[in-house]
């Protein structure tokens, strides 16, 4: 399973972006996408999860300010990040996890997208 992310850039503080990311490939089913960063000399951590069944968690930092969503019918996740800091900056990377398909086999997938850079000047 693919992902592909898109959305990152550059923003002054308090500015807002929109992350997307869109799984592809033998998908049986989705349970938890999330978005992770991970800012220079850190490392990578969570910053949102959902659920399939729609139940959210954030890190601290973002509650308020970040909204997850989910469109199971495209195999997206989006993060919606409004009043950004400086202190958002960093690699953006989704994360799915579920069970793919192949020739009648299910397994498990853990997929990572590439990363997309998010940039919060001050």
């Known amino acids: 399973v693919q992902l592909q992310a898109s959305g990152g850039g550059l923003v002054q503080a308090g500015g807002s972006l929109r992350l997307s990311c869109a799984a592809s490939g033998r998908i049986f089913t989705i349970n938890a996408m999330g978005w992770y960063r991970q800012a220079p000399g850190k490392q990578r951590e969570l910053v949102a999860s959902?659920?399939?069944?729609?139940?959210?968690n954030y890190a601290d930092s973002v509650k308020g300010r970040f909204i997850i969503s989910r469109d199971d019918a495209e195999n997206t996740v989006s993060l919606q990040m409004n009043n950004l800091k400086p202190e958002d900056t960093g690699v953006y990377y989704c994360?799915?996890?579920?069970?793919?398909?192949?020739?009648?086999?299910?397994?498990?997938?853990?997929?990572w997208g590439q990363g997309t850079l998010v940039t919060v000047s001050s």
């Open positions: 959902i659920t399939n069944g729609g139940f959210t």
């Open positions: 994360n799915v996890k579920g069970a793919a398909s192949n020739s009648g086999s299910r397994y498990p997938f853990n997929s």
